[in-house]
Structure formats: structure tokens, C-alpha cells
């Protein structure tokens, strides 16, 4: 039985009981202690992505899989769609339709030109983050999606951040506040400080 209590950050979307029944190492205890170890896993699915077709980026199967990747020796979840309702996200009967209508517009966005690449990224990680496929993650998750499909596409990745401030994001702090406003600001269609925190 997991011994793991959590003090959430702002902005994040708390686990449920069940979901935290469901934690693979015994001995994690406190939220620092979690994200060490999410963050070597994470470390490890970025290595096996560097070995993968970028082509495949934008289909279910490929979401599916870099989240089991990033999180496969930290929660038997890892790589599934979440089966409860959240703070945040679409309905949990919705989750595949939705994702299945974010990858298509997207392939429509980048084949016909409709946005500049960053636009384009970010509108799909907005998007991606606000289905919020899986339990936990999705934030993470969406961040490296959002990487590799710039990268699928000729363009560097996004510093989330990291240039003006190397706080994690996963950390309650000032970088952190910025982007969930950025975020929030894009739930009204305006992009414009998400795209700048993205590059900043």
C-alpha cells in the first residue's frame, strides 16, 4: 500500500485514491520524492524517442505509448486512458474522439499551412493538455508531444520556460503561475502569451 501523500501545486490535477493504488515503487512518499523518479523514467522515454519514426507522430497509438514510456516505472496507468473525471478535460467517455479530432486537425493545420509552426504546436498542446487523456502527466506528456512534433517539422523545441527561469514547471513558483495564466489565456483562443512563454 502506497504511503504517498500529496500537496499539489497550483494548477494541478489532483490523483485519485484509486489511481494512487496504482503507484509500482512501495517506498515513495512525498511529491519530490515522486517527481525524482518520474523524471528519470521521463529521461529514459526521451532516449527511446530519439529511436522512433516522427511520421507515426500524430496517431493514438503513439500518444499512448510516450506516455507509457514516460511513466511505466512509476504507475501501472502509465499509457492508459484515465477512467475518472478530473477538474479538468473532457468527459472521460470523450477522450478518444477528442484526441482523434485534435491529431487530424492538426495534420489538416501543418499539410495546409493555417498557422506558423509555433502556433500550430501550441494550439495543439493547449488542446492535448485540456482533453487531459490520461490520469496524471498530461502536462509533461504534452510538453514533449509538442516537442517532437516541432521537431517532426524541422523546427527547434520549445524551451518551456527554461531560458529566463530553470525551476521545473512541475514546482509551485513564478514560472510555474505563468504558465497556467498563459494557459488560461489560450482557453479564450488567445495564444500569444503561451507561444512567448513556449520560446521564452
Known sequence: ????????????TPIDPEEIKDLIPDYISTLGELNQLEQANIA??????????LEDLLSTTFVMKLHEKMFNQVWRWAGKIRRSNKNIGVMQEQIITSLEQLLKNTE????NKTFPIDETAIRFHHRLVHIHVFANGNGRHARLMTDLLLEANGTGKFSWGAGTDPTPL???GTKRTEY???LKNA????FADLIKFARS
Open 108 to 111: 489538416w493545420w501543418i499539410e
Open 187 to 190: 482557453d479564450q483562443n488567445d
Open 170 to 172: 512541475e514546482v509551485e
Open 44 to 53: 529514459d522515454a526521451v532516449v527511446w524517442t530519439g529511436r522512433q519514426r
Open 180 to 182: 497556467i495564466s498563459a
Open 1 to 12: 500500500m502506497s504511503k504517498l501523500i500529496i500537496k499539489y501545486p497550483s494548477g494541478a
